[in-house]
């Protein structure tokens, strides 16, 4: 199992330390660095402003929303990336979730797996350059119909026509479809505990699978986990409550949560209706306090370097080929330490 690295959410501005953090990951040789992407700081930018210092760790996004770009958009960025870095970057895509698509980008947010299809496909087409673009629609038909417009070809070659594409995904559906058209999944909020369904579900979109793409045995699964460093697993686990308690709470709309029912399949229903009450109530220290320890342990790693070592080896036994480590910038040098052997 490689080891990446998650350079946050931005708050007021740059997470402290993130750049140092890039470049350490590089001198480090960790696989990846991931910046996200949500409705403030965009995830191609500081990709490509930190990774312009590094030589050899992969860029890539974690997550960039397919509302907030058309596939071609994305697709001119992707193979433009690609080629500034020397064929290092991994398109991260996902559909996020109705609060940001329709209350940030002013789009409906119906039909989330048909219109990835529609999205990943248009991407392929463009990065392959065998001929001028069309898509029947109906979330984004090319050329527009009735219009002026006719359909183009890219006219930079793409260095790497099958440059990897991974699906962010927490649902049994969404899983098996980024087993079925993508090259990688980027869940959030994975527990070893459910590795067994997980590969269920990644098998089913493995059936359908195209022999176009990479084969099912190259298939990546990157989970972005949290990390804390602390003198024992209390103090490191409760830096990462708040942290929980905000995906649980604060993330998505009151019917709809994504996060919060990737946790609910773990069997955490009175403690997510404990923190969710405490944090729409304004209580954000109530709601961090009402996340158990034994939920942050089976999505996270938290304690001392020995605690983190021991921690790991559970995930090591899992479908995850590159646990992305999602932890303070300055604390990356002794996190990763800890999770190498």
């Not at 999944?185 to 176009?212: V, Y």
């Not at 905000?246 to 403690?271: D, P």
Request: charged share 15%; net charge neutral; glycine share 10%.
């Amino acid at each position: 199992m490689k080891l990446g690295f998650h350079t946050g959410y931005w708050s007021a501005g740059p997470p402290p330390g993130a750049a140092a953090a890039v470049a350490a990951a590089d001198e480090l040789g960790l696989d990846s660095v991931w910046p996200a992407e949500a409705y403030g700081s965009d995830a191609l930018t500081p990709l490509a402003w930190w990774g312009a210092t590094t030589s050899r760790v992969r860029l890539g996004t974690g997550i960039m929303q397919m509302s907030a770009r058309t596939p071609t958009a994305t697709a001119m960025a992707a193979l433009t990336l690609d080629h500034l870095s020397g064929g290092r970057f991994v398109l991260g895509l996902g559909a996020s979730g109705p609060q940001v698509v329709e209350g940030w980008y002013g789009q409906p947010y119906a039909k989330p797996l048909a219109r990835t299809r529609e999205y990943v496909s248009i991407v392929r087409d463009v990065l392959r350059r065998e001929a001028p673009v069309t898509a029947p629609g109906p979330a984004y038909p090319l050329p527009l119909a009735g219009g002026e417009g006719k359909p183009l070809r890219s006219t930079v070659h793409p260095l790497r026509a099958d440059l990897p594409i991974h699906l962010a995904a927490q649902g049994p559906k969404n899983t098996a479809l980024a087993a079925e058209i993508a090259d990688g999944w980027l869940p959030a909020f994975f527990s070893p505990r459910l590795d067994g369904a997980a590969r269920e579900h990644l098998d089913a979109g493995f059936g359908r699978r195209s022999g176009s793409l990479r084969s099912a045995a190259e298939f990546e699964v990157c989970a972005s986990v949290p990390v804390a460093v602390g003198a024992d697993v209390e103090s490191a686990a409760a830096l990462l409550k708040p942290h929980l308690a905000l995906y649980i709470g604060g993330m998505g709309s009151a019917s709809t949560n994504f996060h919060r029912e990737a946790i609910l399949r773990l069997g955490y229903t009175e403690a997510c209706e404990a923190v969710t009450a405490r944090y729409l109530a304004g209580d954000k220290a109530g709601a961090a306090a009402a996340v158990p320890t034994e939920l942050v342990l089976d999505v996270a790693l938290a304690g001392s370097p020995s605690d983190l070592a021991s921690q790991v080896r559970t995930w090591e036994a899992t479908c995850v080929t590159t646990l992305i480590v999602q932890t303070d910038p300055r604390a990356l040098p002794a996190v990763a330490a800890a999770l190498t052997p």
